[in-house]
């Protein structure tokens, strides 16, 4: 059984976990990582973690004393070692040897240790390899698109929505000339502010209510069930907009439940063109020139109820939500799918190497 030795880890006395970039003229050629190669983290707070470095600008990337990389010997098919560095396998040998703590680290001579059964044909070997490359490449087209859908969901917002206190936005639709009213958002719908339950009333039996405390419970826009309570103490209803008030504050997402709503957040009662609104307001950073804390940033009922709001006819508003509902959905689309194939990865890494 062939044995995926790690190269030895070179000190060059720079400070943290991750690739550390210099120009060609200050580094010696042989401190340099090669295209492609399977990374680890040897210490530091991503210690335990494996990347495959991707150089697609063509810049040069040297190992620190807390990197190394795999360096197989002549048996071994390097694509194929990039995909087993990855595996279960590994992953499991990984954990029983690393030292956790305050200053979290992994041993290079337990690491060279590992061994894993692999074909003895490099052909098989590349084969193999090559389709966790194809796989890995699908994933990163798949990332980069949903990175453009979100961009130019941030482009519209810029253009359609004006900045908070103004009227008149960048970007109109055909015929509509009206000025935008400010009003506070306290005025445009109604605020419920969250009140935690006792904690001796959490649960995970999903037959109680759904507790939203923070931006933990919300993903992508909407409410993701999490903890439970079996006690009432304010209540937010199916489709009112949650926005969180404690850091990181004003993130915000919809509600598909009735749930019960924890000091972390609060409920609006909105319609789609309100949800748009605070999502720019988030991007924009507005709450944290609002915000206030010492210890953490936070936003209280005065700073929602009196936030700014500009809004349009109720034609230009359902308008403007329907356009951005369709770019969400797009952009849902394209986060599922990008989650299939991750899924996809992740289970044969698992299965395929034992």
């Known amino acids: 059984m062939p044995v995926i030795r790690i190269s030895n880890i070179l000190p060059d006395g720079t400070v943290g976990g991750k690739f550390a970039y210099y120009p060609d003229q200050n580094k010696d050629s042989k ?15 991503t210690t335990g973690k494996v990347s495959i470095l991707t150089n697609p600008d063509n810049d040069k990337f040297y190992q620190n004393q807390r990197v190394g990389y795999f360096n197989p010997n002549g048996s071994a098919d390097y694509s194929f070692v990039s995909s087993v560095v990855r595996s279960k396998s590994f992953l499991d040998q990984l954990d029983s040897v690393l030292v956790t703590g305050a200053q979290p680290n992994i041993s290079p001579k337990e690491v060279d240790s590992f061994s894993f059964g692999f ?42 929505i004006p900045m908070p206190g103004r009227t008149m936005p960048g970007l109109r639709f055909f015929g509509l000339t009206e000025e935008w009213e400010i009003q506070d958002l306290g005025e445009v719908a109604k605020i419920i502010m969250g009140q935690s339950p006792d904690s001796r009333n959490y649960t995970d039996d999903s037959d109680n209510y759904i507790l939203v405390q923070g931006n933990a419970d919300m993903k992508d826009g909407f409410v993701v069930p999490r903890i439970y309570t079996t006690q009432i103490t304010k209540l937010a209803q199916k489709g009112d907009l949650i926005i969180s008030v404690r850091a990181p504050v004003g993130d915000i ?44 940033e936070s936003i209280n009922s005065s700073d929602l109820t009196g936030a700014p709001i500009s809004l349009p006819t109720l034609e230009e508003q359902v308008l403007l939500g329907a356009i951005f509902i369709a770019i969400d959905d797009l952009i849902a689309a394209e986060a599922s799918k990008l989650r299939r194939f991750e899924l996809v990865k992740n289970s044969l890494l698992q299965q395929m190497f034992v």
């Not at 401190?31 to 707070?45: F, N």
């Not at 087209?141 to 453009?148: A, D």
């Not at 409920?267 to 709450?287: D, S, Y």
Request: hydrophobic share 50%.
């Open 119 to 160: 074909p003895t044909s490099k052909v098989e070997q590349s084969k193999i390899g090559r389709f966790f490359e194809v796989l890995d490449e699908i994933i990163a087209l798949r990332k980069r698109k949903l990175e453009l859908l979100r961009a130019h969901k941030v482009a519209l917002l810029q253009k359609f």
């Open 253 to 296: 997402g919809k509600t598909h439940f009735d749930v019960v709503i924890g000091r972390g957040v609060a409920a609006i009662r909105g319609n789609e063109f309100l949800f748009q609104v605070l999502t720019k307001m988030k991007l924009i950073g507005f709450w944290d020139k609002v915000s206030t804390g010492s210890t953490f």
């Open 31 to 45: 401190y340099l990582l090669p295209d492609g190669a399977a990374v680890l983290a040897m210490s530091g707070a």
